[in-house]
């Protein structure tokens, strides 16, 4: 009885290391939609999901070891390159008025 239990929760916890957490990408599905060859170099993978293209990469969990999948339409990936692009303007205007030791700017 102990030799069965003990199997058979080897057997669930080979099935659960084994199993993938790597997005399922529907080959059925087709849009007219035109993959963006610069996310797939900066290391998404195009899926397609309920007719909408996504760009899904993994990353880790702040904090762990864990990896989890995140998925993003083109348009989230636009405003977020958006708001870091402000970011760097904004520190760039922020040190346009730095002294130095010889001038000011």
Do not use: W
């Not at 199997?7 to 084994?18: K, M, N, V």
């Not at 996310?39 to 007719?51: D, E, I």
């Not at 339409?73 to 130095?100: F, N, P, W």
Request: proline residues 1%; charged residues 20%; glycine residues 6%.
């Amino acid at each position: 009885m102990k030799t069965l239990a003990i199997a058979g929760l080897s057997g669930l916890i080979a099935a659960c290391a084994t199993s993938s957490r790597a997005p399922v990408v529907d080959q059925t599905a087709r849009t007219s939609e035109v993959v963006n060859q610069n996310y797939l170099k900066r290391g998404y993978q195009a899926v397609h999901r309920n007719g909408q293209l996504l760009y899904c990469r993994s990353e880790t969990v702040s904090g762990t070891r864990f990896l989890s999948t995140v998925c993003e339409t083109d348009a989230q990936l636009k405003a977020a390159e958006q708001t870091r692009q402000y970011g760097v303007d904004e520190l760039r205007k922020s040190r346009s008025g730095v002294c130095t030791a010889l001038k000011c700017n």
